[in-house]
């Protein structure tokens, strides 16, 4: 039996961290090996989503897909890839945000068009799902039926699959057609990758909310969630896929179109935490910006302490920042098992109240005696951080001041970042020095929202910044229409909660 593949961040188990978007790839490279070009791009965006991973190849005259649940490493060997041959592929690492996570709701997601076939792999989450489902059901009710697209559709429950569905539904366009016709009624995050039996199109929301970029290689082009996949496959960083814009490469060479006009709302997390480090995202380098954040973090909040320590690893560029800009020495304090999370024995209830210990091991000779600043990215339910400040207490840490370099938490996301409900979140409700006493530090203190925002070098009006100020970057439907299982349990307890 495979294991359903969780690679998690999480460093408490059951304690969730916030949650990747998932990672899309696509390669159009005629004499290339396109499924292991597509292969190591979503090594490189495994980050973004550890459930489930899938390749769609075309050799000109018909798709292979072949996706299961699981790891990039485990879903795909030698034997598979070799039987994935052709010019143009599309790849996907998925984190569940509409849809369970399980096999049908794997991606790239395959559907008969009239004249072929389509694959499409889909990184986001879109907010008006019961709409499209809606806009679904009149289509293939519309639809004169065609041999081709006579096959029962999948048993889907992803918003992933509704736009397959729509880009496949009129017969009389062609996929060009359809994308540019269907596109501008998707609402919410959406970088989209997908293929016919010749082309390979890619497409970003018009808030650009998550990252997309293109690249070019010696002999074709790849599209791909962050610059990092590129630079894994060798290809050289081109430009980022406009936010409204639908791009199609063929043998024709690459075409551009406009669906909607730019307004340009970037997802401040992925500056914060998602996106990797060695990645740009609008022209800046990620690591940078965490760095930039730690040096704010230490103007803004400085603590009289020995050593600034992260919380590892996504605390680090941070921590670094903050004992530059602090002069307090930078040291690891804590050494994280990076394999732990790889396996899939479950750990018993009496192993399970190691808790944090499963992760990480305080180095007590660097720890005791010290007045320590404990640098991390995010607090979302506080739980982690909590059951931090104790085992450094136990190391014999003399004081504990906690900086994190996010603004605090207090709002769900709706586009494809999964938190917690609201009334989860520590930092809805209680002020910044009740969550440091709820967490047993001696201070607590979080960047500001003008620090941050700073750092990215994104102005302010071009970021989406919801989760820590409520103001979302479109208008949202009803609460009960929103929510991870929207299309499998219509009732609104199913729904996030939602001002
Ligand atoms: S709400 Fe937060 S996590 Fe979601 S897209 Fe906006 S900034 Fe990113």
Not at 84 to 101: D, E, F
Not at 199 to 215: M, N, S, W
Not at 219 to 230: C, H, I, N, Y
Not at 341 to 363: A, C, E, H
Request: glycine residues 10%; contains cysteine.
């Amino acid at each position: 039996m495979r294991g359903d593949g969780r690679l998690s961040h999480d460093l408490l188990p059951g304690e969730k961290g916030p949650q990747d978007a998932c990672g899309v790839f696509g390669v159009w490279a005629p004499g290339e090996e396109v499924a292991k070009l597509t292969y190591f791009g979503l090594y490189a965006l495994q980050h973004r989503g550890q459930e489930s991973a899938g390749i769609a190849v075309s050799n000109g005259s018909q798709i292979l897909v072949f996706k299961d649940m699981g790891l990039v490493s485990q879903v795909f060997d030698e034997s598979s890839l070799g039987s994935l041959n052709g010019h143009l592929a599309v790849g996907h690492a998925r984190y569940s945000t509409t849809g369970a996570s399980v096999w049908e709701n794997a991606q790239p997601t395959f559907r008969a068009t009239a004249t072929g076939s389509l694959a499409l792999a889909h990184n986001g989450n879109l907010v008006n799902t019961r709409e499209l489902s809606e806009a679904v059901a009149k289509a293939e009710a519309d639809r004169p039926s065609s041999p081709q697209q006579s096959a029962p559709a999948p048993a889907t429950t992803n918003d992933t699959d509704l736009v397959t569905a729509l880009l496949a539904a009129d017969p009389d366009r062609t996929l060009e057609q359809s994308a540019l016709a269907v596109l501008p009624g998707v609402k919410g995050a959406f970088c989209l990758v997908f293929m016919d039996e010749d082309t390979l199109y890619a497409a970003r929301d018009p808030q650009g909310l998550h990252p997309l970029v293109l690249g070019r290689l010696d002999r074709g082009w790849v599209v791909a969630s962050e610059t990092a996949a590129l630079d894994i496959v060798g290809a050289s960083f081109v430009r980022d896929i406009e936010p409204g814009e639908l791009i199609a490469i063929d043998a024709d060479g690459l075409r551009s179109s406009r669906f909607a006009e730019p307004r340009r709302k970037g997802c401040a997390f992925e500056h914060i935490y998602l996106a990797r480090p060695d990645s740009d995202i609008d022209g800046r380098n990620v690591y940078l910006s965490r760095v930039e954040m730690g040096r704010r973090l230490a103007q803004e909040s400085p603590a009289e302490a020995d050593l600034v320590i992260p919380t590892p690893e996504s605390g680090t560029p941070a921590a670094i920042g903050y004992a530059e800009a602090s002069g307090i020495p930078y040291g690891a304090g804590l050494v994280k098992n990076a394999y732990v999370g790889r396996t899939f024995i479950q750990p018993s209830q009496t192993i399970r109240q190691l808790g944090i210990r499963l992760k990480l091991n305080p180095l007590k000779e660097v720890i005791r005696g010290k007045r320590l600043v404990v640098v991390d990215d995010s607090i979302v339910r506080g739980n982690t951080q909590r059951a931090l400040v104790r085992m450094l207490r136990e190391a014999g840490a003399a004081e504990i001041h906690i900086r994190i370099s996010s603004p605090p938490i207090k709002w769900p996301c709706f586009f494809g970042i999964d938190f917690a409900s609201r009334a989860e979140l520590i930092a809805n409700g209680l002020s910044v020095d009740e969550i440091g006493t709820s967490l047993g530090a001696d201070s607590l203190a979080y960047i500001s929202l003008e620090g941050m925002t700073e750092a990215t070098t994104v102005p302010g009006e071009n970021l989406c910044r919801a989760c820590f100020d409520g103001t979302y970057p479109m208008e949202l439907p009803d609460p009960e229409l929103l929510g991870k299982h929207v299309l499998e349990d219509p009732s609104p307890a199913s729904a996030l909660s939602r001002p």
